[in-house]
């Protein structure tokens, strides 16, 4: 971040914390390292508080936090999940603040109260009926609506809609991919360079069925002579806000279930007999059981294989 972001920061803040503008800055610029989303994310999310507080670092207690709190409770259109992302944010900021100041300040305590001192009410639209719970995914018939429009429409948007079905990756991941991490051969598809497109610092491999293979290459053919990047656009590659645009304009009826891909494959693996820690290995979720660890360690041709017996969507005419 440069001087102009620093002055915004300060600007911001209530004249009791201006003085701690270059911490939170600092903090941020670990954030940022991340992902420029989630700065935006947790700027938002600190300035808010601390001016709520209105006091310095320092003499903020547990009670001002849980009283912040209680005021986004009060905040009926956020949603639980989004009221614990405060929450979370707040409570790597205070640890960051505290970490940073532990030789001077060695008694200091993290103010952000955990669920047990206090939690946020759910409310109706917290709860999803299981009568809906099929509303969260598309089914066979969109997926195969959906390929047939963007073929019609867009060559690329059809690759894109591809691997968004055929590998469960998320978006940020499809479109920061570069041409070279392609190997139609193996049928591998690697991302993991750029930092949107990763959590980590290791590369993420995804797998695409064969008879997609021969579309991917003719699109990266005619790719291959404008740019480095499967899906070029906004500066270096199309962009997660341009990509909803599009959505929204071309795709309405998709375009509020963009999340759902992802979603969607792990429940047709599961359908189709696959364990759910194979499942999330292949679409390189957050790994949630030790039989994860099993297939962590298969060589990449085994996990294709292993993707090869579960795909669900080999009755696709592309």
Same mark, same amino acid.
């Given at each position: ?159 894109? +809609?591809?691997?968004?079905? /055929? #590998? ?8 920061? %991919? &570069?041409? !070279?991490?392609?190997? @139609? ?21 995804? +797998?695409?069925?064969?008879? /997609? #293979? ?8 005619? %790719? &291959?002579? !404008?740019?480095?990047? @499967? ?88």
């Amino acid at each position: 971040m440069n001087r102009i972001t620093i002055i915004s920061i300060k600007t911001q803040l209530n004249t009791s914390i201006q003085g701690y503008s270059k911490i939170i800055d600092d903090y941020l610029q670990e954030v940022e390292k991340r992902s420029h989303g989630a700065y935006l994310n947790q700027k938002i999310h600190i300035i808010d508080c601390l001016n709520y507080i209105n006091k310095p670092l320092n003499d903020i207690t547990i009670l001002n936090v849980r009283d912040y709190l209680k005021f986004l409770d009060s905040k009926k259109s956020l949603k639980y999940n989004s009221k614990t992302t405060y929450r979370s944010h707040l409570t790597s900021f205070f640890k960051y603040y505290k970490k940073v100041n532990i030789e001077t300040n060695p008694s200091y305590l993290n103010p952000v109260p955990d669920k047990d001192i206090f939690d946020f009410t759910k409310t109706e639209n917290d709860f999803k009926k299981i009568s809906d719970k099929d509303s969260d995914k598309f089914s066979r018939e969109e997926l195969i609506t959906i390929l047939r429009l963007s073929k019609k429409r867009n060559f690329r948007d059809f690759i894109i +809609f591809a691997i968004l079905i /055929f #590998t469960g990756m998320r978006i940020s991941e499809v479109l920061t %991919m &570069k041409i !070279k991490y392609t190997n @139609l051969e193996k049928r591998f598809i690697e991302t993991g360079d750029v930092k949107d497109a990763r959590k980590s610092n290791k590369t993420l491999l995804f +797998f695409i069925p064969k008879f /997609f #293979t021969p579309f991917l290459e003719q699109y990266i053919i005619n %790719m &291959k002579k !404008k740019s480095i990047w @499967l899906f070029p656009g906004h500066s270096s590659f199309l962009n997660k806000n341009s990509w909803y645009d599009l959505l929204k304009k071309h795709y309405p009826k998709i375009y509020s279930k963009s999340q759902k891909f992802r979603k969607t494959i792990v429940s047709e693996y599961v359908k189709n007999g696959c364990e759910i820690a194979l499942a999330e290995i292949l679409t390189n979720h957050t790994p949630t059981s030790l039989t994860a660890e099993y297939y962590l360690k298969l060589e990449p041709e085994e996990k294709r294989d292993l993707y090869d017996k579960f795909f669900p969507y080999y009755n696709f005419a592309l």
